[in-house]
């Protein structure tokens, strides 16, 4: 009976292990302790055949010492926050794919994201971020949403939700109640959010339209939300918001995810642990503890004596693993394509046409390269700990290496003397092309690009929240482009090559004329 109790409660955590293969605590943890799940991110992953092989290991692993299969998870959102490997197709970030304004556009990166994730061995996938995205500061969401208005928020979710599972893959939205009107990042504080369910319906409505349309997972916020949880935890703990508002009121019935039961929202103000014990009391399904196992082990211990205690419902727990199960079993039953899929001819010409459609012309002013341009802009510096930024891409460098010209790598706030600098440095120049990264939150990029317009023409691209593009002098000509990646880069090297008209369209306001 021990040991079935505990296969039954390790069925509840996700845990994350540090390397391209299981360690040894992590392998332990499995046969010990029964963790049911794991969940994988960049450090987990070198390629495409790497990362087959250690699907294959942990099932193997997992199967074997818990008699069910593992529900394998990832944050493969697209753009910044993607996980897969550089030899895997990483489409587009969900405010650029609405740029593009096709819903299909949704439905088509879900389907080839779910088809390379089912190939290589991963059924579960933490997309799509269905926040609404009403705060312009909001430190965390931003691009990851699609847009600042509930329907466009729900209609290209739901296609995004349709795609990932008519690939057969679980698709999981978050951040529940809704991560979009916040100003502070849950991975390092507790933001707190006012509002009534009338008053938040505009962040409710896409989880609305989703549990509707059938999506199989949602993820919880780890965000105060007073008026909907008199008692000070957030939505993640809270039983009014998980069982009698999400399960009892909207009629959710797939699995609820926690988010990472070691963000500091809930690490530093009520501890993993606990929180994790909470969580399950609240009616969360499966928790995640990404980075330590022990904290899982540790959990699972917690959960076990909270069951003795009687603090937890064996009878509600029970009927949670039931749910677990049957979801285990239909991902399953899903055929899995070859690996052959992953990154062939197909999704990458679709990945680079999705590219291309979402850069989006904000202030259309003339421009023109010149034979002697210079590239301008910052590192990709980490704006938030859920990205995946690529390090080893620098926009100015490698921009000037595929169309000539020189380049200066900026701080990533500049001050006043390195602004000067900078426009000694481009005096000889033809013309300049800058990027911002979230420069709306470092306005010493604002002022280095807007310095730089009164002698030479400028093309300025936002590489992330398309924000900063509001704040620039109207004789730059401005560009989002969404994302700092490589195809974003590729795409935008095309263009200032051989201009081409830009089709995609803002779906949030920049305020102003842009309004």
Known sequence: MGIERRIMI???????????????????AV?????????????????????????????????????HPALITIDQEGGMVTRLSGDCTNVPSAMAIAATGEEKSAFD???????????????????????????????VIGVRSYGDRSEVVSS?????IDGLQSGGVMAVAKHFPGHGDTHLDSHVALPVVEGTKEELAMHLAPFRSAVAGGVMGIMTSHILFPQLEKNNVPATMSRSIITDFLRSELGFKGLIFSDCMEMDAIAKHYGTVKGAVAALKAGVDLVCISHHVCLGCEAVEAVEA???????????????????????????????????????????????????????????????????PCFVGPKCFRATNVSSDEEALVFAPYMAALLGGSSIVTDENPGNEEIERVGKQTSSSTSVVCATYNGHLHPGQIQLVNSLVENKPVLCIALRNPYDLALLDARIRSIAAYAYTKPVLAALAKYVQEPFPLEGR??????????
């Open 31 to 67: 046969r010990r302790y029964k963790i049911g799940n794991v969940i994988l991110f960049s450090r987990n992953i070198a390629s495409k055949e790497q990362l087959y092989k250690l699907c294959f290991d942990i099932q193997e692993l997992v199967q074997h010492e818990c008699g």
């Open 109 to 139: 990166a879900g389907l080839l994201t779910a088809t390379e994730l089912r190939a290589l061995g991963v059924n579960v996938d933490f997309a799509p971020c269905l926040d609404v995205n009403s705060n312009s500061h909001n430190p």
């Open 10 to 28: 390790g069925q509840h955590f996700v845990c994350g292990f540090e390397g391209t293969g299981m360690d040894d605590s992590f392998i332990e």
């Open 306 to 372: 909270a069951l003795d205690a009687g603090v937890l419902s064996e009878a509600d727990l029970k009927q949670s693993t039931h749910n677990i199960l049957m979801a285990k079993s239909m991902l399953a039953e899903e055929q899995r394509p070859p690996l052959s899929v992953v990154d062939c001819p197909e999704h990458r010409a679709m990945n680079q046409k999705l590219h291309r459609q979402s850069l989006t012309l904000v202030q259309d002013v003339p421009f023109a390269l010149g034979d002697n």
């Open 506 to 515: 803002l779906t949030v306001s920049l305020g102003g004329s842009y309004a």
């Open 156 to 160: 290209y979710g739901l296609s995004m």
